[in-house]
């Protein structure tokens, strides 16, 4: 399978406590992007890479939010000290640099449930 | 603030029916959309896309209308079957690269 992969792909945490999530792209793809969405809505941004570059930061993005793609492959998702807030499906999406490359695929999402 | 939204949250035919489903945009510097089916507990997963110097696309199945007077789009499909029963969901961007901002979606349901 050469798309989009997250894991875990459920987690179940207690407020409060730290939670981490993995995407891998598609392998030629140099940007990667991550995506909140809440039930009967659509995906709202997070933030986007450029290979390892941080290029854009939603101000969805609380301070409790950490995102990090340090060889510019698979990044990682944090949530420091969850909220019920939190609950939602969190989405990663991939896409290359060209005119011709640059649509945006996703991956099946990470569903975080905070008790 | 910019949005892009859909005319109907839901939406029901028969099967082998074409449907039609609508979206508006606001942000007038938008210049690639995309339409994405999403079905429950998966990722979305593009069907179209269409930017602003054309005002038609086809697929298998699936045609994409851009009226940029009007700032709307929307996703034909032809034949529709029980398969196609799902969310559909707009997006829009306004450079190569940018974050997609999404419409609210559209609860297809395709009736045998």
């Known amino acids: 399978d050469t798309g989009v992969s997250q894991d875990p792909r459920h987690k179940i945490t207690k407020r409060g406590q730290n939670v981490t999530f993995r995407c891998d792209p598609i392998?030629?793809?140099?940007?990667l992007y991550w995506y909140r969405q809440t039930l009967g809505q659509g995906p709202e941004f997070l933030t986007y890479?450029?290979?390892?570059?941080?290029?854009?930061k939603s101000r969805l993005l609380s301070d409790r939010f950490s995102a990090e793609r340090p060889k510019g492959s698979f990044s990682t998702l944090e949530i420091q000290r969850t909220e019920q807030g939190d609950s939602a499906m969190y989405l990663c999406a991939s896409s290359g640099r060209t005119a011709s490359t640059d649509t945006q695929y996703f991956g099946p999402g990470t569903r975080l449930t905070v008790l | 603030g910019e949005s892009v939204g859909l005319h109907l949250p839901t939406l029901s035919v028969q099967e082998g029916d074409n449907s039609i489903i609508n979206c508006a945009y606001s942000n007038s510097a938008s210049d690639y959309f995309i339409w994405y089916k999403q079905e429950s507990g998966k990722g979305p997963q593009f069907i179209i896309d269409i930017r602003s110097n054309m005002d038609k696309r086809q697929g298998q199945r699936v045609t994409v209308l851009l009226n940029k007077t009007v700032k709307h789009l929307s996703l034909q499909i032809a034949a529709t079957q029980p398969g196609d029963s799902a969310v559909y969901f707009c997006a829009e961007t306004w450079a190569s690269g940018s974050r997609l901002t999404f419409g609210e979606g559209t609860q297809l349901t395709v009736n045998p």
């Open positions: 890479f450029q290979n390892e570059a941080q290029l854009e």
């Open positions: 392998s030629e793809h140099n940007r």
